[in-house]
T-cell receptor
Framework: EAGVTQSPTHLIKTRGQQATLRCSPI?????VYWYQQALGLGLQFLLW???????NRGNFPPRFSGRQFPNYSSELNVNALELEDSALYLC???????????FGSGTRLTVV | LAKTTQPISMDSYEGQEVNITCSHN???????ITWYQQFPSQGPRFIIQ???TKVTNEVASLFIPADRKSSTLSLPRVSLSDTAVYYC???????????FGTGTRLQVFP
């Protein structure tokens, strides 16, 4: 069974640009979560999608947004990139009966 | 909202048992407690999950006291490859919030 897959692995953008990160959950999982992890720091909750709808978001500005598609894959969009947006962005999925996550390997976003 | 705190770091030697505690004073009644291991530049990897008392799998044990305000991850006979950051995660499906602990950096020495 394939795990959670994220693309791209690495992404370099210029300040002010937009970044799009993608995530495919484990087959059968309907919930997708996004976390930001700045270098050397903990995991900060960004967004939660379930059944195509945004269920919850963390304390991030509106320029962080996303969506979930009918096949449960998800996109995270970051507009007007700032240098402090440089981080590892992790996607996780969960399914019924498991009160936890399975994580992908992340996308390393670097803003220059 | 559950708040979770962990020791910042711990040191150990190969072959020793390591116990890492997470405090979650405000855990809700239906929260599960999950522990993850994370290596640099990788996503966290599931270790163990429990609701109360003791849970054991092939890699770790999880001890949860009756009041559930803390939990302890126990790693038996650690090896160098166990050097990583360990996070607890307290889930609350009613409030739709899953809160990670602050993380504990474990360093295992030969």
């Amino acid at each position: 069974e394939a795990g959670v897959t994220q693309s791209p692995t690495h992404l370099i953008k210029t300040r002010g640009q937009q970044a799009t990160l993608r995530c495919s959950p484990i087959s059968g999982h309907t919930s997708v979560y996004w976390y930001q992890q700045a270098l050397g720091l903990g995991l900060q909750f960004l967004l939660w999608y379930d059944e195509g709808e945004e269920r919850n978001r963390g304390n991030f500005p509106p320029r962080f947004s996303g969506r979930q598609f009918p096949n449960y894959s998800s996109e995270l969009n970051v507009n007007a990139l700032e240098l402090e947006d440089s981080a590892l962005y992790l996607c996780a999925s969960s399914g019924a009966g498991f009160y936890g996550y399975t994580f992908g390997s992340g996308t390393r976003l670097t803003v220059v | 909202l559950a708040k979770t705190t962990q020791p910042i770091s711990m040191d150990s030697y190969e072959g020793q048992e390591v116990n890492i505690t997470c405090s979650h004073n405000n855990i809700a009644t239906n929260d599960y407690i999950t522990w993850y291991q994370q290596f640099p530049s990788q996503g966290p990897r599931f270790i163990i999950q429990g609701y109360k008392t003791k849970v054991t799998n092939e890699v770790a044990s999880l001890f949860i006291p009756a009041d559930r305000k803390s939990s302890t991850l126990s790693l038996p006979r650690v090896s160098l490859s166990d050097t990583a950051v360990y996070y607890c995660l307290v889930g609350d499906r009613n409030t739709d919030k899953l809160i990670f602990g602050t993380g504990t950096r474990l360093q295992v020495f030969p």
